[in-house]
């Protein structure tokens, strides 16, 4: 039995010729078994030769391990087997049901975009929200893109809103919620490889330049007012935007994307380190780029 438990000493367990299990000394029953393979699961034995799986390594930390146990733990200390519990659940569990209850907390902790995707599948996929995730089939699926498409919804959004959900249920089948993925054979619809580039003309920027310009001076204006009204009242003055180039972050980053063709996710990721003014390069960094490549682009005077 290790010292203590955490992600590192789970990390860092490694293979040998036959199986072998590191067990927590804080939480009594909760156990990392490390196969020849290397595949490394959580277990909870709450009685000796009964246990529960309760997810892999790759997917599971030890404090997501450590809360899945002590939510089983409970119906044992109640006089329930978890394991009959367990059934239950996968037997009555709804789509929705596991958005909630399962995961969105991990998304939260693994996905950096896990708001826009609990959202996704939530809106996107309202309709299969009171229906139990093993009963969702491949033709209801097939049935909501027809009706997607015929709503002219474009082929790669309808390819992303199915991949979110595929991988959704692929975790309850690892959580062991259900037994099999029920959509997982069917495939994404064939897209439209050809790439339209969209560029404002001249008449499209000159007017939003102007609007920018306009906004500028509104919100400068609107300053002057409320520190001539703190002035009335000898309050403190807040900063004049006169003496600065900007009146906040919208225009300069328009302008930054006018002239280099940065996304807005790229923008909003931008750190000062990214800039090299000495050679007038931004990096835009594959974390960020949504073709997940690293990209160097000349800036421009006005960029």
Known sequence: MPASMNN?????????ANPYELRDPKLNGLLLRVQPSGVKTWYLEFERGKRIRLGRLTSMGYAEAVEAAKNALGPYWAG???RIERQKRKQVSTFGEFIDEHYAAWARVHQKTAEATIKRLKVTFKKFLKTPMAAISPLDLERWRAQRMKDGVKTN???RDITAIKAALNRAV???LIAVNPIAKVKKAREN???RVRYLDEAEEYRLRSQLRKREDRMRTERDSANQWRRERDRELLPSLHAVPFADHLTPMVLLSINTGMRRGELFDL???????DRRIVTVSAETA????TRHIPLNAEA
């Open 290 to 293: 949504k073709s997940r490549k």
């Open 271 to 277: 750190k000062w380190s990214h800039v090299n003014f």
């Open 193 to 195: 490889k050809e790439v």
């Open 8 to 16: 590192a000493v789970a990390e860092r367990a490694a293979p040998r």
């Open 80 to 82: 329930v087997d978890p």
């Open 174 to 176: 690892e959580w062991e």
């Open 157 to 159: 959004t309808v390819n």
